[in-house]
C-alpha cells in the first residue's frame, strides 16, 4: 500500500522515548516496538515506517472484522482503507495504556456499521417496503452483534480464527496457511475458543 497521498498530521510531544527494540513511555511502563500499541503511538508523530508496520500486521484483522458485519469482501475492503484513514488521522487520541487492537477495531465496526446504514439508505422503495426483507437485515445484525460481544472474551488469534473459519468461511487447513501456523495449533486454538464461546453463551443465557 502506497502512503504518498496520506494528509499532513499534527505532531504530538512524544509520550516515550525509543531505543533499537522497545519503548519506553513516560511513568516506566515499556513495550516491544513492533507492538500495535507502539506502532499506533510511533504513527501519532507521524511515522510512516511504523504506520506502514502497523498497516502489515493490522490489515488482514482488520479486514476480516469488517467482512463480519458487512458479509460484502468489496465493501469490507472499503471499510478497512477507511479504518486506516482514521488511524492515521486519530492516532494521537489513543491512550498508551489502552489496547490498540481492540481500539482499531472499534473505528473499523463503527465505520461498517455507517457503510451499512448509508448502504441501506441507498436502497431501492422496493427493497425498503419488503417487511420481510427487514426483518432478516435486522435478524442478522443481531446476530452479529450478538457474535462481536461473544468474540471479545477470546484473544487475538483466536478471534481471528473464530472469523475466517465463520466468516469467511475457511477450512482449518486454509487457516493455518493464511495465519502461516501449523494446522495442529489452529485446531487446537480454534477447539478451545469454540469451548469459551459456547461457556459464555450459556453464562449469559444464549444456549
Given at each position: 500500500?502506497?502512503?504518498?497521498?496520506?494528509?499532513?498530521?499534527?505532531?504530538?510531544?512524544?509520550?516515550?522515548?525509543?531505543?533499537?527494540?522497545?519503548?519506553?513511555?513516560?511513568?516506566?511502563?515499556?513495550?516491544?516496538?513492533?507492538?500495535?500499541?507502539?506502532?499506533?503511538?510511533?504513527?501519532?508523530?507521524?511515522?510512516?515506517?511504523?504506520?506502514?508496520?502497523?498497516?502489515?500486521?493490522?490489515?488482514?484483522?482488520?479486514?476480516?472484522?469488517?467482512?463480519?458485519?458487512?458479509?460484502?469482501?468489496?465493501?469490507?475492503?472499503?471499510?478497512?482503507?477507511?479504518?486506516?484513514?482514521?488511524?492515521?488521522?486519530?492516532?494521537?487520541?489513543?491512550?498508551?495504556?489502552?489496547?490498540?487492537r481492540s481500539w482499531m477495531l472499534s473505528i473499523a465496526k463503527n465505520k461498517a456499521l455507517d457503510a451499512l446504514k448509508k448502504q441501506k439508505r441507498l436502497s431501492s422503495l422496493d427493497e425498503l417496503g419488503d417487511a420481510g426483507c427487514d426483518d432478516r437485515r435486522l435478524a442478522s445484525f443481531e446476530n452479529k452483534t450478538v457474535l462481536d460481544d461473544l468474540l471479545r472474551i477470546l484473544n487475538a488469534k483466536q478471534s481471528d480464527v473464530v472469523l475466517l473459519r465463520h466468516v469467511v468461511g475457511l477450512s482449518l487447513t486454509e487457516i493455518a496457511r493464511e495465519l502461516n501456523m501449523k494446522k495442529g495449533t489452529v485446531f487446537w486454538m480454534y477447539n478451545n475458543a469454540i469451548k469459551k464461546l459456547r461457556a459464555e453463551a450459556k453464562r449469559i443465557g444464549l444456549l
Open positions: 500500500m502506497s502512503f504518498a497521498f496520506w494528509f499532513s498530521k499534527k505532531i504530538i510531544k512524544p509520550q516515550y522515548i525509543a531505543d533499537s527494540d522497545r519503548l519506553y513511555i513516560e511513568g516506566g511502563e515499556d513495550m516491544p516496538k513492533d507492538s500495535t500499541n507502539a506502532l499506533i503511538m510511533m504513527t501519532a508523530q507521524g511515522d510512516t515506517a511504523a504506520f506502514e508496520t502497523l498497516y502489515r500486521q493490522m490489515r488482514k484483522p482488520v479486514y476480516f472484522y469488517a467482512l463480519h458485519f458487512c458479509g460484502d469482501h468489496a465493501l469490507a475492503e472499503d471499510v478497512m482503507q477507511d479504518t486506516f484513514v482514521t488511524v492515521w488521522g486519530k492516532s494521537s487520541s489513543f491512550t498508551p495504556g489502552g489496547d490498540g
